[in-house]
C-alpha cells in the first residue's frame, strides 16, 4: 500500500559549475509538489577547498585526491546544513546535489560497455553522520543508468510548477551552463543544456578585470559586439547538436576559453560584451533550431546567477524579438537564486516516497526512475 504523503521540511543543498558556494535551503514541499523557501544562505567553501575543486577543473585529479576531496566536500556540506539546522531546527531530511567533479555524457565504448558517466562528491554518508539526519544524495546516477545523461534534472520541477500556468514557456536557468525546459499546452515537456551560461563571462571578467563576475552587467554595456567574434564562437559544433544533451565544464574548459581568446578584439570591454552577447544568441538559437519547429514560445522565465546580469537580458530581448515577454523567477515567487535548491529538495521529496523523478524527453533516459540514494544517520 502506497505511503500517504504529507508535507516534510528538507534542507536542500548544491555547489554548481561555479563552485563559489554551497547553496542551503530550508525548504516545504506539500503532497501537490509546491515548494516554499523558508530560508536560504550560501555557504562560502574555505578557500582551500575551493582551490582544490578549481585544481581538480582544471587540471584533473589522482584517485586519492579525489577520494580524499569526498571527504573533505562532504564535512562541508555537513557544516553547511548544520548551521540551518542551528537556526530552524532538524529537518525531516536533507537533500543534496554534490559537487560535480566530472560529467561525461558521451556515449563511447569501452570494451562493449557505454562509458557515460558522472560524478558528485561530497560524502553523503557524512552529512549524514555529522547532521543526524537521513540524506539523499546521487541523484544523476539512476538516469545514466537508464541510458540517459543525468541533466537536465530540473526540468521535473519546472514541469510540475509551471505547467498549471497553461502557457507555451521556456523556463530558461543561466548558471555556468545554460538550460531550458519547455513547457507547452500542447507538446510534451522537454528540455536541454543550451551552452555556455556564466562560465565564459566569469572568466574573462576575472582574467581582464580581476573580478569574479560582470556585476550588473556593467563590464559587457561598456563595449561593444565584435560580431565576426561572435560568429566564429556561434559556430561551435554543440550548438548544433541535436537535443537530448548536455554539457559542463568538461566541454567548455579553461583551454577552450584561452584557445578561443585566440581571435579575441582587442579591447577588454569589446571581449565582456561579445562574450555576454554569446550566451544570449545561444540560447536565442537554441530556441530557433529545437524548439519553435515543435512549439511558440510566448514567455521566457529566466532564473539563476544570469537573472541579475541586465546586460543578458538586453542581449536576449534583442535576439528573440520584442513578441517575447522576459520574466525572472521572481514574478512567480521562485528565487532566482535558490530556484536549484528548491527543485532539488522535491527532486528528494519523491525519492523519499518513491516516485519517479526525471523526465525523459529532457534527459534522454529509457524510462522514468527513481533517482537519489538514501544514507541513513
Known amino acids: ?34 515548494c516554499t523557501l523558508i530560508d536560504g544562505y550560501n555557504y562560502e567553501y574555505p578557500n582551500e577547498i575551493k582551490d582544490r575543486i578549481f585544481n581538480v577543473f582544471f587540471n584533473g585529479a589522482n584517485v586519492d585526491e579525489i577520494c580524499k576531496l569526498n571527504f573533505l566536500i562532504g564535512e562541508c556540506f555537513a ?22 567533479v566530472y560529467h561525461y555524457p558521451q556515449n563511447t565504448i569501452f570494451a562493449g560497455i557505454s562509458e557515460k558517466s558522472t560524478l558528485q562528491i561530497g ?37 510540475k510548477w509551471f505547467k498549471p500556468l497553461n502557457k507555451n514557456i521556456a523556463v530558461q536557468n543561466i548558471g555556468g551552463i545554460s538550460n531550458v525546459t519547455i513547457i507547452s499546452k500542447n507538446y510534451a515537456t522537454f528540455g536541454f543544456d543550451n551552452g555556455l551560461g556564466n562560465i565564459m563571462i566569469d572568466y574573462c571578467a576575472k582574467k581582464f578585470f580581476n573580478k569574479n563576475y560582470d556585476k550588473n552587467g556593467e563590464l559587457a554595456l561598456s563595449g561593444n559586439v565584435s560580431e565576426n567574434w561572435l560568429n566564429c564562437l556561434l559556430a561551435d559544433e554543440y550548438y548544433y547538436a541535436e537535443p537530448p544533451k548536455t554539457t559542463g565544464r568538461e566541454y567548455f574548459s579553461d583551454k577552450y576559453i584561452e584557445n578561443t581568446l585566440k581571435s579575441a578584439p582587442e579591447n577588454k570591454f569589446d571581449i565582456m560584451a561579445t562574450v555576454t552577447a554569446l550566451t544570449a544568441k545561444t540560447i536565442a538559437q537554441s530556441y530557433e533550431r529545437f524548439v519553435y519547429p515543435n ?22 530581448q534583442k535576439y528573440l524579438g520584442k513578441n517575447v515577454i522576459i520574466k525572472t523567477h521572481e514574478d512567480y515567487g521562485i528565487s532566482n537564486n535558490y530556484k536549484e535548491v528548491m527543485a532539488f529538495a522535491l527532486l528528494g521529496y519523491c525519492t523519499y516516497y518513491k516516485i519517479p523523478n526525471n523526465v525523459p524527453n529532457c534527459t534522454g533516459s529509457e524510462k522514468e526512475v527513481i533517482m537519489g540514494q538514501i544514507s541513513y544517520p
Open 1 to 34: 500500500m502506497e505511503e500517504k504523503r504529507t508535507s516534510k521540511k528538507i534542507i536542500s543543498m548544491m555547489s554548481g559549475t561555479s563552485c563559489d558556494s554551497i547553496d542551503v535551503g530550508l525548504c516545504l514541499v506539500k503532497p501537490d509538489y509546491s
Open 79 to 100: 557544516d553547511a546544513a548544520n548551521k540551518m539546522i542551528t537556526l530552524h531546527g532538524k529537518p525531516d531530511f536533507i537533500s543534496s546535489h554534490g559537487q560535480t
Open 123 to 159: 560524502e553523503p554518508s557524512v552529512i549524514a553522520q555529522k547532521t543526524g539526519c537521513m540524506t539523499i544524495a546521487n541523484f544523476r546516477t539512476a538516469d545514466i543508468a537508464q541510458g540517459g545523461n543525468g541533466a537536465p534534472l530540473v526540468c521535473f520541477a519546472d514541469e
Open 295 to 316: 512549439t511558440i514560445i510566448e514567455e521566457v522565465i529566466i532564473g539563476g546567477g544570469g537573472a541579475y546580469n541586465p546586460a543578458i537580458k538586453i542581449f536576449l
